[in-house]
């Protein structure tokens, strides 16, 4: 059984037991979170929703907060003596799947 919810605006494919890093939520450590459900998948079931399923819900605990692996960005324009440089690191929230429903 999956479901795909919708978090900070976008769509991630979910298990019960799973771990994902979605965008940073405001939600501390430790802190159950809840997601609305666009579509569940049981099997050979499929219950779809118009946006959303308005009875199901995912649950999920708040595992950790960090940040991404640096990307730089290089910016170059060829014979004007024109370059930047600038790094970003991508804040995200490790969350676990505890229920569908």
Do not use: C, W
Request: hydrophobic content about 40%; charged content about 25%.
């Amino acid at each position: 059984m999956y479901a795909i919810a919708s978090i900070s605006g976008k769509q991630y494919k979910v298990e019960v037991g799973a771990t994902i890093a979605v965008d940073k939520l405001s939600a501390e450590v430790g802190e159950e979170v809840s997601f609305p459900v666009m579509m569940v998948v049981d099997g050979a079931k499929v219950k779809t929703g118009s946006p959303v399923i308005k009875d199901v819900a995912v649950k999920a605990k708040v595992v950790s907060h960090g940040k991404e692996k640096k990307i730089v960005v290089f910016k170059y324009k060829p014979k004007k003596n024109a370059r930047s440089k600038q790094g970003h690191r991508q804040p995200y929230t490790m969350i676990t799947i505890e229920s569908i429903g």
